[in-house]
């Protein structure tokens, strides 16, 4: 099947760009970065042109751009479908493209794209075309420099939000590390270990400064199943649920199913999160016990939310009472959501 006729799916997409698949779909979302035509007129599937425009995309916001304004600079690169049905996938923009005459306002907009640059000295990481915070995080991850590391982390938090950084700058830092390791026989296992340490402590500072709601509020469990080890995105949710508000109870690694079972029917939690990395840890009997679990006053019962987080949960059709978002942003805006509704009621 040819890409310039087809196109190509967005994960495939984000792995040449060397990011998250979510930040792909973000970007098209909330900025109309997205393909010019969508397959079925649901999925998409992006053409070398629209290719082009996500490496000009890249390209800009690595380099300081606020993404709203890269998003609109990004989009003049895009040529005509007519220009590039014949074009081979190309890594920056096609030489042929239609570029803005010099001196005008679209060319001020528009900086002359150029190959995306490589991670800086040092760093020895796949990263592609990503932020330039990336690039300064995995070379202090690869100098095993915490210092810099913690200042770094700190300073995305506070520049761009939890979501934002964690979707934009640590998550493709924590990949390229992982593909680092896959691909270099047990290397570099030390320099994961230390970047999910500091992620780890710079997302739970970010945990306790949030606002604070009263404790008579029902909170929010998280937890990972039974035999799953992966911590670090609940940690993330957890940050970003303090940013935004809702209290959370925070379980963390490998929680056996009496203790999950426990702590939910000791908190009364309006929603339950559990994160499964792949499907041998997925334990979908488990998560219809908790989503049954019911408390309150007789004859106003109610049982909570079960959000299925993780790659492990995908498959299979939701049971009633489920529900499986994609990525931290959406779990972050469903979860507020669900607490803004509960707020309304006992408004009224």
């Given at each position: ?17 060397g ?57 003049l690169v ?17 030489e ?38 990336c690039r ?52 570099y ?49 957890a ?30 939690p ?52 489920m ?26």
């Amino acid at each position: 099947m040819s890409e310039a006729t087809h196109g190509i799916t967005t994960g495939a997409v984000a792995r040449r760009l060397g990011v998250s698949p979510t930040t792909v779909r973000s970007w098209d979302q909330r900025y109309g970065i997205g393909p010019a035509v969508r397959a079925d007129g649901r999925h998409r599937r992006w053409s070398p042109a629209d290719v082009a425009m996500l490496e000009e995309m890249c390209r800009l916001t690595a380099s300081g751009v606020p993404p709203a304004e890269a998003a609109h600079a990004a989009k003049l690169v895009r040529p005509n479908a007519a220009e590039t049905d014949a074009v081979a996938f190309v890594p920056t923009l096609p030489e042929h493209a239609e570029r803005p005459i010099p001196g005008t306002p679209a060319a001020q907009n528009l900086p002359t794209p150029t190959r995306a640059p490589r991670a800086g000295p040092g760093s020895g990481l796949p990263l592609g075309s990503v932020r330039q915070e990336c690039r300064g995080l995995a070379r202090a991850a690869v100098r095993l420099d915490g210092q810099a590391m913690d200042a770094l982390l700190q300073e995305v938090l506070a520049q761009y939000g939890l979501v934002t950084a964690w979707e934009e700058v640590i998550t493709p830092t924590l990949h390229a590390v992982g593909r680092k390791w896959e691909s270099s026989d047990d290397r570099y296992v030390e320099v994961e270990h230390l970047l999910s340490w500091h992620v780890s402590t710079a997302l739970r500072r970010a945990a306790v400064t949030g606002p604070v709601i009263g404790s008579s509020v029902a909170p929010v469990v998280l937890a990972c199943v039974p035999a799953e080890q992966h911590t670090l995105p609940l940690e993330a949710l957890a940050a970003g649920l303090a940013e935004q508000g809702p209290p959370t109870r925070m379980f963390g690694a490998a929680v056996p199913a009496e203790a999950l079972d426990a702590a939910v029917r000791r908190s009364g939690p309006l929603a339950v999160a559990l994160w499964s990395q792949a499907r041998s840890t997925a334990d979908h009997s488990l998560a219809r016990h908790i989503a049954r679990t019911a408390f309150g006053v007789r004859g106003a019962r109610v049982a909570p939310l079960i959000l299925l987080l993780g790659p492990g949960w995908r498959g299979r059709a939701l049971p009633e009472g489920m529900i499986r978002p994609n990525g931290l942003r959406e779990a972050v805006d469903l979860i507020c959501h669900l607490y803004d509704r509960q707020a309304g009621r006992v408004g009224g």
